[in-house]
């Protein structure tokens, strides 16, 4: 069974991000062989000054997978990590969602879309959760995460929005590799530019020093751009740099 895990607003600014809290709830699952976790996705939601956030306003979501329905465990497991683990003065929500027991894929697709672009209150989050089957809970402060929480799943089940957590390493002797090595060395299953054009495989592209990925048709996609290269004399394909990224 595959169960959906986000949380939000865990962190201030002198404390570990939630990124970092999300990948430790990874490392306690696996290390206790409860289940098979997928890469952590970063969702942006609306920035807005009626909105409070550390930095930037994201929730962080994953997967985890068994041949049994997790989500008590996660929800009893995910509350007591944030009591314990989100920072002073921070917001924490959790939400947790059996996608085998989700009664609208839709519904929950259509709020986290709002989500990027309203002001939503934890009102109508919790009603959207209910009325779901989602569960939805705060865990300090004013429990605001709960809204950004609900949404990153909602996100997340699109398939289309959000950043892979992590920086890619590849070991290059100039920097390039191709497009096809790119997709071996790594889990890239797809390759294209800012335009969304597919990258042929034998496609030189100059990897810059922070390479990451971003969630497009439910796969882990690098987005690239033609730039000239001054060592080369040409244009050539780029991987994408932090301001091609603030959409995702």
């Not at 929500?93 to 709020?111: F, N, Q, R, T």
């Not at 929480?149 to 002797?173: C, Y």
């Amino acid at each position: 069974m595959k169960t959906l895990v986000c949380i939000d607003d865990t962190d201030n600014l002198e404390s570990r991000g939630t990124g970092k809290l999300a990948q430790l709830m990874i490392e306690h699952i696996e290390k206790e062989k409860l289940g098979n976790c997928s890469y952590i996705s970063r969702h942006q939601l609306y920035v807005h000054p009626d909105i409070p956030y550390t930095s930037h306003n994201s929730s962080m979501c994953f997967m985890v997978e068994n041949t049994k329905d997790l989500a008590d465990y996660l929800i009893s497991y995910g509350s007591d990590f944030l009591v314990k683990e989100s920072a002073e003065g921070s917001d924490p929500g959790l939400c947790v969602v059996s996608l085998e027991k989700l009664k609208d894929y839709d519904a929950i697709i259509a709020y986290g879309q709002r989500a990027k672009k309203e002001v939503l209150t934890k009102k109508l989050a919790y009603e959207t959760a209910k009325r779901l089957g989602i569960h939805l809970s705060e865990h300090g402060g004013t429990g605001q995460g709960v809204v950004g929480a609900l949404a990153g799943v909602g996100l997340r089940l699109s398939g289309n929005d959000g950043r892979i957590k992590g920086k890619i390493h590849f070991e290059t002797e100039n920097g390039f590799l191709t497009a096809k090595e790119i997709k071996k060395r790594s889990n890239i299953e797809v390759i294209q530019s800012l335009d969304y054009e597919d990258i042929d495989d034998n496609e030189l592209i100059k990897l810059g020093e922070k390479v990451k990925a971003v969630l497009l048709y439910n796969k882990q996609v690098l987005l690239v751009y033609k730039k000239y290269d001054e060592e080369i004399q040409k244009y050539v394909w780029h991987s994408c740099e932090k301001e091609h990224y603030k959409k995702y």
